[in-house]
């Protein structure tokens, strides 16, 4: 079954500067990568997804790319701000379930 | 906006009691699933039901868990027998169809006890 490894588990940036989270995941069979955020207490809500036909999406400050040879997809947040404190999880679709990953708590540091 | 609930928010509950988690999916969603989430860690997932059957279940998902689609519109998980570890944040999700957004609810905090 679907497998996801996700790095690192922590990060910490400077306000202002880039974000990078990067993924892994093992079937190759998988075509559907969502990236969560989820705040403290509060549900995982989509940020952004790609489709194994598209190598890179954007949305203002979020960009999703994904290397199918290669298996991993990485998360970039720019320009960071403190609201985007928050963990995330990356996800890869296999049949009809999302597998997640262990999550990446990001501190936007003042 | 729609979106998806879940009742009650927290459930605390007796050790070998049974629960039931309930949800009302998005109205026009056809894939309805269960995660959990036990306090730090990452969304597990549970079970997936399509076309008023499981469609894909994980290990987590063993005799002790069961869904159910009642009456069209609520999505249930009923949990017999609680054990200790069952103490989790539950999530139930819809989607309209593959590949496309989960949308999650506000979770039931289940506490056994």
């Known amino acids: 079954g679907e497998n996801v490894e996700q790095h690192p588990s922590t990060l910490s940036v400077q306000e202002g500067d880039s974000a990078v989270i990067k993924c892994t995941y093992s079937?190759?069979?998988?075509?559907?990568f969502p990236w969560y955020k989820q705040e403290l207490g509060k549900r995982p809500q989509l940020i952004i997804d790609i489709r194994s036909n598209v190598g890179e999406k954007k949305d203002q400050r979020i960009a999703v790319t994904l290397n199918k040879t290669a298996k991993h997809f990485s998360l970039h947040i720019t320009e960071t701000q403190p609201e985007d404190s928050a963990v995330y999880f990356c996800a890869g679709e296999q049949g009809d379930k999302i597998i997640f990953g262990k999550g990446t708590r990001l501190h936007i540091l003042p | 906006e729609p979106e998806v609930t879940q009742t009650p928010s927290h459930q605390v509950t007796q050790m070998g009691q049974e629960v039931i988690l309930r949800c009302v999916p998005i109205?026009?969603?056809?894939?309805f699933y269960w995660y959990r989430q036990i306090l730090g860690q990452k969304v597990e997932f549970l079970v997936s039901?399509?076309?008023?059957?499981?469609?894909?279940k994980s290990e987590i998902f063993d005799d002790q868990f069961s869904v159910e689609r009642p009456d069209g519109s609520n999505f249930t998980l009923k949990i017999r027998s609680t054990k200790l570890e069952d103490s989790a944040m539950y999530f139930c999700a819809s989607s309209g169809g593959r590949e496309t957004e989960a949308f999650f609810g506000q979770g039931t905090r289940l506490t056994v006890v």
């Open positions: 079937d190759s069979a998988s075509n559907y």
């Open positions: 039901f399509y076309n008023n059957e499981i469609s894909e």
């Open positions: 109205s026009n969603h056809l894939y």
